[in-house]
T-cell receptor, first 112, second 115 residues
Framework: EPEVTQTPSHQVTQMGQEVILRCVPI?????FYWYRQILGQKVEFLVS????????KSEIFDDQFSVERPDGSNFTLKIRSTKLEDSAMYFC??????????FGPGTRLTVL | AQSVAQPEDQVNVAEGNPLTVKCTYS??????LFWYVQYPNRGLQFLLK??????LVKGSYGFEAEFNKSQTSFHLKKPSALVSDSALYFC?????????????FGGGTRVLVKP
């Protein structure tokens, strides 16, 4: 069964550094998403991406964040200058034009 | 704005007993409703969804959920819980409409099934 994959599983970085989180969505899906879950809190929407552009973003998704689909398979989330409060589990999800979003296993980002 | 409430942080149930995890929602218009499960160190795994039609929807691993429009609820149920059902369960909603709409999640309910 096709799955969403994410790399790395755990990323440790210093405050102020740039990080890129990578995702490979399910191959025939059209809609791509990033969510995050700060420890002990709700899963929060960050951004959705369709037809090579952002379709919606939350207030969390400020100028420090960007997304890209550099080729036909990868979907990346970049944080330009990480802050302590960016420490969270980041989930990528994809959807095929139906209504269900399928999530990857997540990348745990730790900002020191 | 849409929102989801899961009023119980944790539900404890004995193996073999019925399991219910509660969820209420608020959304403009008709809802699309989802349940996801998260096992330790794993991602969110889709269990089931309500889009339209029969109010009782069946999903993976013997789970089912009942949509109640008047009570704006979508409670998850399993007739006979297993120890392996112990996990974190999330209810989510999105408004009816474009497929790319974001999901809004509840805070999650931890289920502990004791042998």
């Amino acid at each position: 069964e096709p799955e969403v994959t994410q790399t790395p599983s755990h990323q440790v970085t210093q405050m102020g550094q740039e990080v890129i989180l990578r995702c490979v969505p399910i191959s025939n899906h059209l809609y791509f998403y990033w969510y995050r879950q700060i420890l002990g809190q709700k899963v929060e929407f960050l951004v959705s991406f369709y037809n090579n552009e952002i379709s919606e973003k939350s207030e969390i998704f400020d100028d420090q964040f960007s997304v890209e689909r550099p080729d036909g398979s990868n979907f990346t989330l970049k944080i330009r200058s990480t802050k302590l409060e960016d420490s969270a589990m980041y989930f990528c999800a994809s959807g095929g034009g139906g209504n269900t979003q399928y999530f990857g296993p997540g990348t745990r980002l730790t900002v020191l | 704005a849409q929102s989801v409430a899961q009023p119980e942080d944790q539900v404890n149930v004995a193996e073999g007993n019925p399991l219910t995890v509660k969820c209420t929602y608020s959304v403009s218009g008709n809802p699309y409703l989802f349940w996801y499960v998260q096992y330790p160190n794993r991602g969110l795994q889709f269990l089931l969804k309500y889009i339209t039609g029969d109010n009782l929807v069946k999903g993976s691993y013997g789970f089912e959920a009942e949509f109640n429009k008047s009570q704006t609820s979508f409670h998850l149920k399993k007739p006979s819980a297993l120890v392996s059902d112990s996990a974190l369960y999330f209810c989510a909603v999105r408004p009816w409409g474009a497929a790319g709409n974001k999901l809004t999640f509840g805070g999650g309910t931890r289920v502990l099934v004791k042998p």
